[in-house]
């Protein structure tokens, strides 16, 4: 494993990026996994992940590679030999903030907001490139970096009200700890329009935490982070926030032609599945556009109900769901 120093180019998120290269006597046997672990920012300010170590398995061998990237250098470059990898980035770590060009670094909140452990395959002699990314939350709105900067994700936010709970998830569905807040981070992967055969127009809104690329290019940055508060129980906050950190969401605005407006949608991480909707959204609508779709801006959905299944049990309830874009 050999380190140096790399020139820093702006990334439209603040993203990990990793990128694998050939390199070593042989090219034909190796690949070179690079990480970048600082970059500007889009005003000037530079990030830096700190006191990160990273664990690569490689999946035909069994043999695991230990990465210390604790250090102040701007990257780490490591040889592996071809084949599926994963590269997992140990709890520890942090993301830190320079206004100064990077004299001096001061942490930041941040949440990641890509799978861990994340797959790619190395190609001898051929790239492929790999992100973690970071979600970073100020206490004014939300700032989206990926070591490449993300700025400003888009959010799902509220309050859960939980009627039912199963297993380990029962002590959900007695008093105070019925009541709980959510936060899902989310940098827009893709916003369609699809027009339904009985005239609905409907916008769907997808997300996800991106891993490695199937060619030589990499992929536009795409982050999701998961979080809950005032969780007295813990088990949301805990063990199925870091299931679904790196996940999957789809959800769908759909202008009826009753003329209501429709809100549903899914977030899907490892064993754990939360439905949401159909339901009509009657708190905050949004505008209808002149082409008949809902105008993509705030809305609040004051009571849908919600299904979630886990290996922990399952929970029924109701979200009180606000979309909150990205600032400017």
Not at 13 to 28: E, G
Request: with cysteine; charged share 15%.
């Amino acid at each position: 494993m050999s380190s140096s120093k790399a020139s820093l180019s702006f990334v439209a998120t603040a993203l990990l990026a990793a990128s694998l290269a050939a390199c070593a006597a042989d090219p034909s046997e190796t690949g070179q996994l690079f990480v970048q672990l600082t970059q500007p920012g889009p005003h000037g300010e530079v990030y830096h992940l700190a006191n990160a170590t990273f664990d690569i398995l490689h999946l035909e061998s069994g043999a695991t590679t230990a990465v210390d990237a604790s250090g102040p250098d701007a990257e780490l470059d490591v040889s592996l030999p071809p084949g599926l990898v994963n590269v997992s980035l140990r709890d520890g770590w942090s993301l830190e903030k320079s206004t100064d060009g990077g004299a001096s670094f001061q942490p930041v909140s941040a949440l990641l907001g890509s799978a861990n452990p994340s797959t790619v395959r190395i190609l001898a002699n051929q790239l492929a490139f790999m992100q973690f990314a970071f979600l970073i939350r100020q206490t004014n709105g939300t700032l989206g970096i990926s070591l490449g900067v993300v700025t400003n994700p888009r959010e799902l936010a509220g309050g859960i009200r939980v009627d039912t709970a199963t297993d380990e998830l029962a002590p959900y569905a007695v008093g105070a700890a019925r009541s709980f807040d959510f936060g899902w981070f989310f940098n827009l992967f893709s916003l369609e329009s699809v027009t339904l055969a009985d005239g609905t127009k409907q916008h769907v809104y997808t997300a996800f935490g991106q891993q490695g690329s199937l060619g030589p290019a990499p992929l536009p940055t795409a982050a999701l982070g998961v979080e809950f508060y005032n969780d007295s129980v813990g088990t949301q906050a805990g063990p199925i926030a870091r299931e679904l950190i790196g996940g999957f969401l789809t959800y769908t605005v759909a202008a009826k032609p009753d003329g209501t407006v429709e809100l549903s949608g899914s977030l899907l991480g490892g064993a754990t599945d939360i439905e949401f909707g159909p339901g009509t959204i009657t708190a905050v609508i949004p505008t209808i556009g002149a082409d008949g779709f809902p105008n993509d801006e705030f809305f609040y959905d004051s009571e849908i109900a919600f299904t979630q299944s886990s290996l922990q049990g399952t929970m029924t309830g109701i979200l009180r769901v606000r979309q909150l874009l990205e600032t400017p």
